[in-house]
């Protein structure tokens, strides 16, 4: 499993060309498929290219719906 | 646009462009849904499919009801929806409502019916949280909306076979919460 630091999960933001990404609980997860995030952004709130661990809590769903996107690698937890 | 009454949610330190983008959002995916539904209902047919299509036809309505009650809002509110339908149908709050592969699979009918529904539940919760005590109206709106969507992911729940919706299908008029905003 391919493991990711800050700057490379940065760049894949879903931005051009780039793929959207994002971390949950050391795992890293391909939305770029995902209706939801397309452009990298999800809703106004939150953008590809990031740790959203601490976001879950206040979203409107649980872990269910990140079980939908396939797990691409890792992300240590800092 | 609503001056005063856009001052006075800005007050409550709601990020007022974030909230009129939900609702955009969320009247795109009751306009799409409406669309959706269309299909699958037309698609409900024979001896299990014809039992459902009625149901389905309600909370087809309703989304399209919802639209029509959120538009006001956005408007009052100094939003606006795009000028594209294509741009407003990409960014809707929830995925398309497709077709099943197998559209004569009512149990895969199903699931899209109240896939749909759930993410609806979960978008108005969302918008009735941020909004309690502070922007009267447009919680109202949200809570009458939340109320029909759902009566309808229960119904379609009750198909599946998850346990009992608590209810009965609508006898008489649609959108008994959503109303008082469309007259």
Known sequence: ?78 | MAKVAREMVEKTGINLDQLVELLVKNAAAELTTFYYYTILRANLIGLEGEGIKEIAETARIEDRNHFEALVPRIYELGGNLPEDMKVFHDLSACPPARLPKNPKDVKAMLKVLVEAERCAVRGYTYICNLTAGKDHRTYDLSTAILNEEIEHESWFSEFLGEGPSGHFMRRGETSPFVGKFLR
């Open chain 1, 1 to 78: 499993m391919r493991r990711f630091d800050k700057k490379e999960l940065t760049r894949c933001n879903g931005e051009a060309d780039a793929p959207a990404f994002i971390a949950y609980k050391g795992n890293v997860y391909d939305v770029s498929r995902n209706f939801l995030w397309q452009g990298g952004r999800h809703f106004r709130i939150h953008t590809a290219g990031s740790d959203l661990t601490h976001c879950l809590d206040l979203a409107p769903h649980g872990e269910e719906m990140l079980e939908r996107c396939p797990v691409i690698g890792e992300f240590p937890e800092e």
